[in-house]
């Protein structure tokens, strides 16, 4: 099924996303992939842990919202060209624990995951675009209360800040060698 242009447009966008973010991580060994340049930062396989734990967190959300809310939504508005824009918000924050990574995950594993999580995404705005998302809101620890419109906007937006994360580790001195 086609989506509407709104969440055409957030899908495309995280998909371009995350096809940079797969081809940073598409050659890196274990040990990259564990590297961490200093004892506060995340390694590559921190970043991709906590990349799909965050769209899979969303997806469950956004799954929670639509069967609490039951039937009888309005449709996705047909006029809808664009999501009301995020909050703006200034520099990294603590990553709450639901969505916190943790060490030692086999790089091939997260690359794995990260791709099976994005195909459950794919069907989760499949059934979004049924609805009109503007109606489902939940709060943002940070953000305060967004729609699932900004919360799938709020994904792609995540997954480029840490994709520049990554590779700012990558370009690190004393980043492993292949």
Do not use: C, N, Y
Request: aromatic fraction near 6%.
């Amino acid at each position: 099924m086609p989506l509407p242009p709104a969440l055409d447009a957030v899908w495309r966008q995280m998909e371009a996303v995350r096809a940079d973010v797969l081809r940073e991580a598409e050659r890196l060994s274990q040990a990259q992939s564990e590297w961490r340049p200093s004892d506060a930062d995340w390694s590559v396989g921190e970043i991709l842990h906590h990349l799909t734990l965050a769209e899979v967190a969303t997806g469950k959300l956004t799954s929670k919202l639509l069967k609490d809310a039951g039937p009888g939504l309005p449709p996705f508005p047909a006029d809808l060209a664009a999501f009301t824009p995020l909050p703006e918000w200034q520099g990294p924050r603590e990553a709450p624990p639901v969505v916190r990574p943790e060490k030692g995950h086999a790089i091939d594993q997260l690359r794995a995951d990260m791709k099976a999580a994005r195909e459950r995404t794919g069907q989760t705005l499949e059934r979004l675009a049924a609805v009109d998302p503007r109606r489902l809101t939940w709060r943002h620890f940070a953000l305060g209360e967004l729609d699932l419109g900004q919360w799938w906007m709020l994904q792609a937006r995540h997954d480029s800040d840490h994709l520049q994360q990554l590779r700012r580790v990558k370009a690190a001195p004393g980043f492993p060698g292949s």
